[in-house]
Structure formats: structure tokens, C-alpha cells
């Protein structure tokens, strides 16, 4: 896996840091999730985790679905939802897809005190993705239409923090069919990318929130064209019932299943379509 950061803390003590601070991840769940220490890390050093599940039924060409949480560290239900999501992948008898899971992106904005949407250099790390717009008005959205607000800043370049270098690492890496971003606390169902929306995912319905510069529903689903679902939960604190959390996961594998139906995959790689000589950070 790309290098991005050296990570300083090892699994077991990165799932104390988690355990300590997510009412709903104890740690010895997260010993046993299976994650692996990427090869990258945060600004202070902590392991950006992630885990490959492979499909359990018998597809010669697997869909492959990306599943991020916690891109936005006070967001602290992203991260525990995507903790029980895991389970229930494990426990699928029949899985079509091949999974590659990222349950926490932000690690040194979650385990501040209190959490923070930005990471450790005061960067929102989704607005910090090389969208082909970010370089002409990442700063000038920030500036005129957030008021400069802190919790937005996009950062001084695109790709200038870690974790969003790690994360578009993980993208050109794996390839993946549909991207799945887990956020809260509007409690919609958002959607960037090709074809048409889902209207309705358990008790999430379609609220499209639009795309702005450098976030990554713009940058994989307008620009590189890959789905790009974004589940709003309704609050970054509480999580959804086992109940509403199961639906949505339910309403997600049948959509998926019906948007991506398994076919060979094509010639020409989706990369060589890419209008490299756009992109800021190339």
C-alpha cells in the first residue's frame, strides 16, 4: 500500500486510543476486527487502519465496494456504525462484493479532546481531496461562502495532509466500484456520481447536498466517476439502533447489487480515462 506517513502506535495500542474514546467499539472488538496498519498515517503518527473482506460467493470478477468512516473526527457515530458493519459483513453467508474497509480516517481529530472535524493540522480533510476544481476555488469558496469558517478549511493545496494522500491512495489502489462514506449528523442519504441515485436507504432518504470544491463526493464521483454514497446518520453522537442500522445496510447490499451486477471488467483501466492534465496535484 502507498506510503503517505510512518505510523508511530502499533494495532493494540491505536485500539485502546479507539476503545477508550467510542462508547460503542470496546477494544477487544476491535483486536479481533482483523484491521491491518496501513502504510501511512495521521499528522501525530497514528496508524491509518483498514481491512480487505473478500466476496463468499463464487463470482469470477467481484464488484469491489470501499467503505470510509470517521473522515470528520467529531463525526464519532461514522466510525462505530462502520465497527458494526464490519461484523455484519463477517457473518453474510452469501457476500457478492469484495470489501476494502477504512473505519477510521481522521484518527487525530477523533481522539482529541473534545473530538474535531478537522484533523491536526486544522485541515477538513473533505474538502482537501484534488477535485478539478480545487485549485481554482477551493480558497476563494472558503473565503467568500464559508466565511472562512475553521471547520472547512480546505487546506493550503490539495492532497497537503496524510490522511487524504492515504485515502486517494486507497482509491487508485483498489479501484472500487462504488465508494460508501459514512457522516452524520443531517440523517439524509446523499449521492455523487453516475446514474441515478438511490431514493431511500432504512429511514435515510435522498437529499442531494450538492458537491463542493476538494470533497470527495466530487473528486471520485463527478470527477473519476465512481458512485459515491454518502450516509449522513442523524447524530454524530448516538448511534442508530441495531434495527435502523441492519436496514440501511440491507437497502445498501440490495441497491449495490442491482447498480453493480457482476459483468468481466473493462480493456482500457478507468485511471486511462482520467484528464491528468487537469488535475492540481499531477
Not at 508511530?8 to 476503545?19: D, K
Not at 470510509?68 to 453467508?93: C, N, P, Y
Request: with cysteine; proline share 10%.
Amino acid at each position: 500500500m502507498p506510503a503517505s506517513a510512518v505510523s508511530l502506535v502499533s494495532l493494540e495500542q491505536m485500539c485502546a486510543l479507539i476503545g477508550g474514546r467510542l462508547q460503542s467499539v470496546e477494544v477487544q472488538q476491535c483486536l479481533q476486527a482483523g484491521l491491518r496498519v496501513g502504510d501511512g498515517a495521521s499528522v501525530h503518527g497514528l496508524p491509518l487502519l483498514y481491512r480487505d473482506y473478500p466476496p463468499t460467493s463464487q463470482r469470477a470478477f467481484p464488484r469491489r465496494i470501499l467503505l470510509i468512516g470517521g473522515i470528520h473526527g467529531d463525526e464519532l457515530t461514522a466510525v462505530s456504525v462502520v465497527f458494526r458493519w464490519m461484523k455484519q459483513i463477517e457473518t453474510e453467508r452469501f457476500q457478492p462484493f469484495q470489501w476494502r474497509v477504512l473505519p477510521s480516517t481522521n484518527p487525530d481529530g477523533l481522539l482529541r479532546q473534545p473530538s474535531t472535524r478537522v484533523n491536526a493540522n486544522g485541515v477538513d480533510l473533505n474538502r482537501n481531496f484534488p477535485s478539478v476544481d480545487w485549485q481554482t476555488d477551493a480558497l476563494d469558496y472558503w473565503q467568500r461562502r464559508t466565511g472562512r469558517d475553521v471547520r472547512r478549511y480546505p487546506g493550503p493545496s490539495a492532497l497537503s495532509e496524510p490522511e487524504t494522500r492515504w485515502l486517494v491512495a486507497q482509491i487508485e489502489e483498489f479501484s472500487p466500484d462504488a465508494i460508501v462514506s459514512i457522516h452524520a449528523p443531517y440523517g439524509v442519504l446523499d449521492f455523487d456520481g453516475p446514474d441515478e441515485p438511490p431514493e431511500q436507504f432504512g429511514y435515510l432518504r435522498l437529499h442531494q447536498l450538492g458537491t463542493y470544491p476538494g470533497s470527495l463526493g466530487n473528486y471520485a464521483g463527478v470527477n473519476r466517476g465512481v458512485p459515491v454514497i454518502t450516509l449522513e446518520l442523524p447524530h454524530a453522537g448516538i448511534m442508530p439502533s441495531e434495527r435502523q442500522s441492519r436496514k440501511i445496510w440491507t437497502d445498501m447490499l440490495t441497491w449495490l447489487e442491482k447498480r453493480l451486477p457482476e459483468q468481466a471488467p473493462p480493456q482500457t483501466d478507468r485511471l486511462e480515462n482520467l484528464p491528468w492534465e487537469s488535475q492540481p496535484w499531477h
